[in-house]
């Protein structure tokens, strides 16, 4: 997700410190992650000398100036293409999990044993994801469910992978 395009979504319902930013990003996308104070102001810096944001307001407060960012036009411009352009599907054609895999068939290694491994640890996210999702507001419900469905496609690649490990070893190692 692009952070400076985000931060351009939420300056365009109304002027925003970058205290208010955070806080808000952190409440709507930042589930797995939270934002540090410095990715948030090096991110308004960027956005400021690249004219999609201005500042509107200063403000004394106890300590440094609170500084209050508008959305310029060129900044509703730029995070209104974003939007406008797909995001890359990602295929995950080479994942890591692939790769090891296939690094423990040529060294002899447990491949079943990390497929089990690999999917207990699956299985344990989704019923974590569950349960956020039974106690989330509907934003929270539909992350869990972006999460939970790109989990069951793995699980199924899991399952395949299983079926197919003695085809998989004899054509690895040839």
């Known amino acids: 997700m692009s952070i400076g395009q985000t931060f351009l979504g939420l300056l365009e319902e109304t002027p925003r410190h970058g205290y208010d930013i955070k806080r808000l990003y952190d409440e709507r996308f ?10 948030v102001y090096a991110t308004l810096s960027r956005l400021l000398r690249s004219g999609l944001v201005q500042v509107e307001a200063v403000e004394p407060g106890e300590g440094p100036d609170r500084k ?11 995070v209104q293409r974003w939007l406008a352009t797909p995001e890359k599907p990602e295929p995950y054609l080479q994942s890591t999990l692939y790769t090891k895999v296939v690094l423990a068939l040529l060294t002899d290694r447990g491949a079943a044993d990390l497929l089990d491994v690999q999917r207990a640890e699956h299985l344990r996210l989704m019923r974590e994801l ?30 395949l992978t299983a079926a197919r490990l003695d085809e998989l070893a004899a054509e690895v190692r040839r």
């Open 130 to 159: 569950t349960r956020r999702k039974r106690d989330g507001d509907l934003a929270e419900q539909l992350i869990c469910d972006h999460a939970l469905f790109h989990l069951e496609a793995d699980l199924r690649w899991l399952e």
């Open 68 to 78: 209050r960012y508008a959305i310029t036009e060129a900044g509703v411009t730029d």
């Open 30 to 39: 930042g589930h797995a992650r939270q934002l540090a104070y410095g990715q």
